[in-house]
């Protein structure tokens, strides 16, 4: 009776060992699939259009952070930056930029999706933007930041810089919470053909908050520019 009951425990122990290898064979990576609504893959653009970019993200668990940045793969700059947080399993998201190009220019959207695991995933698509305004408009990079999320309590340091070939007239920097101004800077410009902004700021929130930052420029020919980028900042 005893050998039976032993016989009886290892087909058990068998048993769940088979199951459990099953179950591993199903287990599958959270790799998210990005569907690109709008451009279509190598949509021809001029300067002049508004460049609407709809991308629908989908994840077995939840996305998290998320970011969609746009690269002039001609000229080797960054174009567009825009940075998303979702605590849900899809995220659609609507974005438009007017694309500023100094020659025909090839570009790219890059999505860059990162989960709660730290696991980060890209996709791109194509498009192109031909050359069609010859003024040629102030350059603005954005230094810092460049992370997609934040803490409460951390500083914030803000770097940028504008260049010209033409003189500049004036320029501004503001950051926005939940589309309330908490910092507004506009320096004086006048005469200058470069300028950094160099600044920072603690984070101080009551709950989650998204934050936008806009860098704007204008020579004084009254040729403007304008880049944003944002955040999400967790409480």
């Known amino acids: 009776m005893k050998k039976n009951y032993i016989k009886i425990e290892a087909a058990l122990v068998l048993f769940l060992l088979i199951i459990a290898c099953n179950k591993d064979v199903?287990?599958?990576?959270d790799i998210p699939t990005v569907t690109f609504v709008t451009p279509?893959?190598?949509?021809?653009y001029v300067e002049s259009d508004i460049v609407i970019i709809k991308?629908?993200?989908?994840?077995?668990n939840e996305i998290h952070d998320y970011s969609v940045q746009v690269m002039n793969l001609t000229e080797g700059t960054e174009s567009y930056m825009y940075y998303g947080h979702s605590d849900?399993?899809?995220?659609?998201?609507?974005?438009?930029f007017i694309p500023n190009v100094n020659m025909d220019a090839e570009m790219q959207i890059v999505v860059t999706t990162l989960n709660h695991n730290g696991e980060k995933y890209v996709t791109t698509q194509n498009f192109?933007?031909?050359n069609t305004i010859k003024n040629t408009k102030p350059t603005i990079e954005i230094l810092s930041p460049t992370d997609m999320s934040f803490n409460n309590g951390d500083i914030l340091n803000i770097k940028a810089s504008i260049s010209h070939v033409?003189?500049?007239?004036?320029?501004?920097?503001?950051?926005?919470?939940n589309n309330d101004t908490i910092l507004n800077l506009k320096p004086n410009v006048i005469g200058l053909k470069n300028y950094t902004f160099d600044t920072s700021y603690t984070i101080n929130i009551?709950?989650?908050?998204?934050?936008?930052?806009?860098?704007?420029?204008?020579?004084n020919n009254e040729i403007?520019?304008?880049?944003?980028?944002?955040?999400?900042?967790?409480?």
């Open 166 to 177: 033409d003189f500049l007239e004036k320029a501004f920097l503001i950051l926005l919470q």
């Open 55 to 60: 991308i629908k993200i989908e994840a077995i």
């Open 26 to 29: 199903h287990i599958t990576s």
């Open 224 to 235: 403007s520019n304008l880049k944003t980028t944002n955040f999400h900042v967790h409480r």
């Open 88 to 96: 849900k399993n899809v995220a659609l998201t609507e974005v438009n």
């Open 40 to 44: 279509s893959v190598n949509k021809v």
């Open 206 to 219: 009551m709950a989650d908050a998204n934050f936008n930052l806009m860098l704007g420029v204008t020579d």
């Open 128 to 130: 192109k933007v031909l």
